[in-house]
């Protein structure tokens, strides 16, 4: 069983728009959530990372979570046609030495 | 600083062959991570050391896969008997293990079966 969901499974989004990816986990016992980005062809290269209840920014990109709900969301702002890519949600637990736990993925496409 | 290294870069190979793959993960980083992502999936963990000792390889298929870092630093995953399921990407990533680090991740082999 999945035990990372993310949804949509693909996104588009006009350039210079916003895009909202969600995630979220069903194990209680995960404590760090992670965004990252895979373009086509390459490997997957860390966006964000989040423990904390609350809202991180890193220049367009943005993380929530919500730990009482396990779920977190990136949302981009300013979308570019860049930012085209595969983006995939981990999580991971205390004591696993950073094992992640991978969702399926949301695809974007933003398009000029 | 140089990151983790996998090799070769692409392999096709018939059904019942074997294939090899090798992984020099960043210097320093105790944690070593060996994942197979099929075509426009995410990366499934298949096994996974902090030095040289195994932390958990229930998702490898034994029968068929293993996985080897003798001396806590290189890495060699071996698949013994190819099948067409396996075609994937598999991706070597590295950490220093400890809560909250960041995992990085090599190119990856592409794997087709044929």
């Known amino acids: 069983q999945q035990k990372v969901q993310q949804s949509p499974e693909s996104l588009i989004v006009p350039e210079g728009g916003m895009a909202s990816l969600n995630c979220t986990s069903s194990d209680r016992n995960v404590d760090y959530f992670w965004w990252y980005r895979q373009h086509s062809g390459k490997s997957p290269k860390m966006l964000m990372s989040i423990f904390s209840n609350g809202e991180k920014e890193e220049g367009r990109f943005t993380v929530h979570l919500n730990k009482a709900s396990l779920h977190t969301s990136l949302h981009i702002r300013d979308s570019q046609p860049s930012d085209s890519a595969l983006y995939l949600c981990a999580a991971s637990k205390p004591g696993s030495f950073n094992k992640l736990t991978f969702g399926a993925g949301t695809r974007l496409a933003v398009c000029p | 600083e140089a990151g983790v290294t996998q090799s070769p870069r692409y392999a096709v190979l018939q059904e019942g062959q074997a294939v090899s793959f090798w992984c020099d993960p960043i210097s320093g980083h105790d944690t070593l991570y060996w994942y197979q992502q099929p075509r426009d999936q995410g990366p499934q963990l298949l096994v996974y050391?902090?030095?040289?000792?195994?932390?958990?390889n229930s998702q490898l298929p034994s029968d068929r896969f293993s996985a080897v870092r003798p001396k806590g630093t290189n890495s060699t995953l071996k698949i013994q008997s190819a099948k067409q399921g396996d075609t994937a990407t598999y991706l070597c990533?590295?950490?220093?293990?400890?809560?909250?680090?960041?995992?990085?991740f090599g190119k990856g082999t592409r794997l087709t079966v044929v």
């Open positions: 050391f902090r030095d040289e000792a195994v932390i958990d």
């Open positions: 990533a590295s950490s220093p293990g400890t809560g909250g680090t960041e995992v990085f």
